[in-house]
């Protein structure tokens, strides 16, 4: 099973230079997860770059995966990530979702590298598709 973080869904819907990396993750739907955050941060980022019709366009996506909501076991899986790594909120709760369904986590978040679990790639200086 796969995650993929906000920042590679944001960098696929931008076809921008780590597309590539992403889009057969994100294409694999029966193999993908989807937590309930990158929900909300993938349609806030859209919403506040490109007005609600591309967000409820673009949010369509993700619901092609697997949606995992936020549980109270998952929340306090997130809390000790989060203290442990000093990880933000929504990273520890992304993670902590990759480890509890044993899910590999892709990402260009500079926050998860060198964590295991994780296939990371660095974003390109002066790529724009996700600031």
């Known amino acids: 099973m796969n995650i993929v973080d906000s920042s590679g869904w944001l960098e696929y819907f931008a076809d921008a230079s780590n597309a590539d990396f992403f889009a057969p993750i994100i294409e694999a739907t029966d193999q993908l997860l989807v937590p309930a955050v990158c929900i909300y941060e993938v349609f806030k980022c859209v919403l506040q770059q490109q007005g609600l019709d591309a967000a409820e366009t ?8 697997t949606l995992i909501d936020l549980t109270p076991s998952l929340a ?3 809390a000790l990530l989060s203290d442990k790594l000093k990880l933000p909120l929504a990273d520890s709760l992304i993670l902590a979702t990759s480890q509890a369904f044993n899910a590999t986590l892709w990402t260009q978040d500079e926050h998860f590298k060198g ?4 296939e990371f790639i660095a974003k390109l200086p002066g790529d724009e598709a996700n600031k």
Do not use: M
């Open 58 to 65: 673009r949010i369509a996506d993700l619901y092609k995966g």
């Open 76 to 78: 306090i899986s997130a």
């Open 115 to 118: 964590i295991e679990g994780v």
